[in-house]
């Protein structure tokens, strides 16, 4: 038997291309009415469009304008407008928007005074002296204000670029009857060509940009930028908007507040500094609303009602308010098998420890308020787009479940679950496992 990877072991406890329109010039600046310069040299929309965070009133769109001059130092100026129609006949809103290299020639707009549960389409336009250039035209749609319509939603997580295609999202771009699209996380990952799926990606000659692990803001927009070219998930994000949240791997693997698994400050540099570029990265070139004023830069939680069908619940659990990591593999590194049981207890004694949260105060607080009003309105779900799993998870008992040959072949984290597994202990405190107090059915806070 082949050793069985920690990944894998892992595995055992958890058992719109028609709406597309051509970027090109249109020979004239009919679009821009106001007193904004065109821009002198050519653009192009290789990113698609997207649209997210949908209310009854509003919307936002995004998109990003390539200019052939990367290193222009020029505001683009660039309008958006918001339609009842695909032919963009009938309009519903607009916004005069301008981007620069300052945010990576991103744009986004928050498309107030629509119609509750009203299919609309978009499009940006950049004002060239060449002549205007169209971005595709994309559907979006708002939420319910009232009633109880049936909600669909898709939901996805943790699409690793170089580990295959994105097939789910062309699978998703071929809906058209989709509210919303809910990403739980892990939109982009952050490892090199010779990290996880790297092998994969060689092999398939789908490798990762930059081939490096990514840490600065510049790595963490190219790696954006790379997984927003592909067709597939551009194809994905015009048919319905997105309500999106990160997990770790935006960031670092297993990140929290003050650090993450796979950052190394004596290489890497400052951890603030990382985690700072990712969200400032993440913020550029998602479809999602700032953090509310009050709020630091990472507090991206929010909530959405889908009139009295459904509040939906998008929480933030790495980056603002998680407690350092406890991991298995750490703790019990070098812990001979006889002394596993005691070192386990004195480990899930910590776990347990009051001040440990996954959330945060503020924010377990902003939930658990947010819950009971949903219920009080009447709303039929709450539903809560998270990005680890809530159920406790054990692994089977391996100590009878593989052979003594089996055993012998395993080395490593695997080698020390063998027999931790006896224990009937969660083993990945990494999801909610990991923090008892904040979500159990005896916690005290949710």
């Not at 559907?139 to 669909?152: E, F, L, M, Y």
């Not at 990591?325 to 019990?332: D, F, R, S």
Request: charged content about 20%; hydrophobic content about 35%; aromatic content about 8%.
């Amino acid at each position: 038997m082949s050793k069985i990877s920690r990944r894998h072991f892992l595995g055992f406890g958890a058992g719109a291309a028609g709406l597309a329109a051509c970027a090109t010039p249109s020979g004239s600046n009919t679009q821009l009415t106001d007193s904004r310069a065109p821009y002198n040299g050519a653009v192009s929309f290789d990113h698609g469009v997207a649209s997210g965070d949908p209310l009854s009133d509003r919307v936002i769109v995004w998109s990003r304008v390539t200019p052939a001059d990367e290193d222009t130092q020029s505001p683009i100026p660039v309008t958006v407008r918001i339609c009842t129609d695909p032919s963009m006949s009938i309009l519903a809103a607009e916004a005069q928007l301008d981007t620069s290299a300052a945010r990576d020639f991103t744009l986004k707009a928050d498309m107030e005074g629509l119609k509750p549960d009203t299919e609309y389409f978009y499009q940006f336009t950049a004002h060239t002296t060449a002549g205007d250039v169209t971005s595709p035209v994309a559907r979006t749609r708002t939420a319910a204000a009232s009633g109880k319509p049936p909600v669909k939603f898709a939901v996805v997580s943790c699409s690793n670029f170089p580990f295959g295609y994105f097939n789910v999202y062309d699978a998703i771009s071929q809906r058209g009857d989709l509210d919303a699209v809910i990403h739980l996380g892990d939109y982009i990952y952050e490892y090199g060509v010779d990290g996880y799926g790297g092998q994969t990606g060689q092999e398939i000659g789908r490798n990762h940009e930059p081939p490096m692990e990514i840490v600065t803001l510049g790595d963490y927009r190219m790696r954006h930028a790379q997984y927003k070219a592909d067709p597939m998930l551009q194809a994905a994000h015009a048919v319905a908007p997105w309500i999106c949240t990160w997990d770790d791997h935006e960031s670092a693997n297993n990140s929290y507040r003050t650090g993450a698994e796979n950052h190394q400050p004596e290489t890497e540099g400052n951890w603030s500094d990382r985690k700072q570029a990712a969200i400032q990265a993440y913020l550029e070139w998602m479809p999602v609303r700032d953090p509310q004023a009050g709020r630091t830069s990472g507090g991206i939680y929010r909530a959405f009602d889908f009139g009295e069908t459904a509040s939906v619940f998008c929480l933030e659990s790495r980056l603002t308010g998680r407690s350092d990591e406890i991991a298995w593999g750490a703790e019990l590194a070098g812990t001979a098998p006889d002394a596993i049981p005691a070192k386990a207890r004195e480990v899930m004694a910590r776990v347990g420890d009051d001040s440990r949260t996954m959330l945060g105060r503020v924010q377990e607080d902003w939930l658990s308020q947010g819950l009971q009003s949903s219920v009080k309105k009447g709303k039929a779900w709450q539903v809560l787009a998270n990005q680890v799993i809530m159920a406790k998870v054990s692994p089977p008992n391996l100590m009878e479940t593989l052979t003594d040959e089996q055993k012998a072949a395993q080395s490593g984290y695997v080698a020390q679950m063998i027999p931790f597994s006896q224990l009937g202990l969660p083993f990945n405190l990494d999801a909610w496992d990991g923090f008892p107090v904040t979500c159990s059915p005896k916690g005290t806070r949710l």
